[in-house]
């Protein structure tokens, strides 16, 4: 399987050291922000847990499209 690039990073946390700037980047990928707000849309339409895995899969779909999308705009 290829690897999936995450797009950006989401809620990044910049912190900084000393008087030197050095800095680090935290937070969740944007590819898990999107797969998690289109989850959140696909377990409301079923309203049941039975078909989990197949709901995250899609919602990983959904994400990797949104960040498609992203590149064209």
Request: charged letters at 25%; aromatic letters at 10%.
């Amino acid at each position: 399987m290829s690897e999936k690039k995450d797009g950006e990073v989401a809620f990044p946390i910049i912190e900084q050291f000393r008087a030197e700037k050095v800095s680090a980047h935290y937070g969740m990928s944007l590819r898990d922000v999107f797969a998690g707000l289109a989850l959140t849309g696909l377990c409301s339409l079923d309203g049941s847990i039975n078909h989990v895995k197949e709901q995250a899969f899609y919602a990983y779909r959904m994400a990797d499209a949104m960040i498609e999308a992203r590149k064209r705009i």
